[in-house]
């Protein structure tokens, strides 16, 4: 079954607009949560990453909010670009674990 | 340090032929994951393999796929007697060496796209 829930399926906004997608969990072992950027035709590449003691973190235009006891966490991407239009995965894994649950994917694309 | 490295991009096969997808980790990375990802679907776990070693394939159906990772050499995802179904995008990833419990970030490559026809 699906662990790690994603939506929306796919988004549109405008340059400079803010992109929020979000993600939840049912696995309470889960401890660590990132994000991947997949552009067409390229493999996942790690954007940013959240572990649960923090309900923040922010690096350059993206942050990663996280609600443990909701166990969902969103990212935001702040003033979108086109450069941004790519396809973004949660994911989820516990901390002795290799294996990475992924979400189903948002496809982000963003108009000039 | 070139990245993970996977090839063919593109795999077309007939139906009941074998795929063979390749994968080279990065330099220094011991340990190799396989995904598969299936269209507008996240990406799933297959297997997880060390040097001559398969640690984990709880992921890998149960008939027709199998993965190797020898002393010297890719790591290898085969597929035999493909049917239409398999027709996906397969991913590998590496990490070096696990350390005090962590297992270190994967990185992924481009990825194979088969398509079964």
Same mark, same amino acid.
């Given at each position: 079954? &699906? &662990?790690?829930?994603?939506?929306?399926?796919?988004?549109?906004?405008?340059?400079?607009?803010?992109?929020?997608?979000?993600?939840?969990?049912?696995?309470?072992?889960?401890?660590?949560?990132?994000?991947? &950027?997949?552009?067409?035709?390229?493999?996942?590449?790690?954007?940013?990453?959240?572990?649960?003691?923090? =309900?923040?973190?922010?690096?350059?235009?993206?942050?990663?909010?996280?609600?443990? =006891?909701?166990?969902?966490? =969103?990212?935001?991407?702040?003033? =979108? &670009?086109?450069?941004?239009?790519?396809?973004?995965?949660?994911?989820?894994?516990?901390?002795?674990?290799?294996?990475?649950?992924?979400?189903?994917?948002?496809?982000?694309?963003?108009?000039? | 340090?070139?990245?993970?490295?996977?090839?063919?991009?593109?795999?077309?096969?007939?139906?009941?032929?074998?795929?063979?997808?390749?994968?080279?980790?990065?330099?220094?990375?011991?340990?190799?994951?396989?995904?598969?990802?299936?269209?507008?679907?996240?990406?799933?776990?297959?297997?997880?393999?060390?040097?001559?070693?398969?640690?984990?394939?709880?992921?890998?159906?149960?008939?027709?796929?199998?993965?190797?990772?020898?002393?010297?050499?890719?790591?290898?995802?085969?597929?035999?007697?493909?049917?239409?179904?398999?027709?996906?995008?397969?991913?590998?990833?590496?990490?070096?060496?696990?350390?005090?419990?962590?297992?270190?970030?994967?990185?992924?490559?481009?990825?194979?796209?088969?398509?079964?026809?």
């Amino acid at each position: 079954q &699906q &662990q790690v829930k994603q939506s929306p399926q796919s988004l549109i906004v405008q340059k400079g607009g803010i992109s929020i997608i979000n993600c939840a969990y049912e696995n309470t072992a889960f401890d660590y949560f990132p994000w991947y &950027q997949q552009f067409p035709g390229k493999g996942p590449a790690l954007l940013i990453a959240i572990r649960p003691d923090v =309900s923040e973190k922010k690096e350059g235009r993206f942050t990663i909010s996280f609600n443990k =006891s909701a166990k969902q966490f =969103s990212l935001h991407i702040m003033d =979108s &670009q086109p450069g941004d239009s790519a396809t973004y995965f949660c994911a989820a894994k516990a901390f002795n674990d290799y294996k990475l649950s992924f979400g189903a994917g948002t496809t982000v694309t963003v108009r000039a | 340090n070139a990245g993970v490295m996977q090839n063919p991009r593109h795999l077309v096969r007939r139906r009941g032929q074998e795929a063979r997808l390749r994968c080279s980790p990065m330099k220094g990375h011991s340990h190799v994951y396989w995904y598969r990802q299936l269209p507008e679907e996240g990406l799933k776990f297959m297997v997880y393999l060390q040097k001559e070693n398969i640690i984990d394939e709880s992921g890998m159906p149960k008939e027709r796929f199998s993965a190797e990772f020898p002393k010297e050499g890719p790591s290898i995802l085969r597929i035999q007697q493909v049917v239409r179904g398999d027709s996906a995008a397969y991913f590998c990833a590496s990490s070096p060496p696990q350390t005090g419990g962590w297992f270190a970030e994967a990185f992924f490559g481009q990825g194979t796209r088969l398509t079964v026809v």
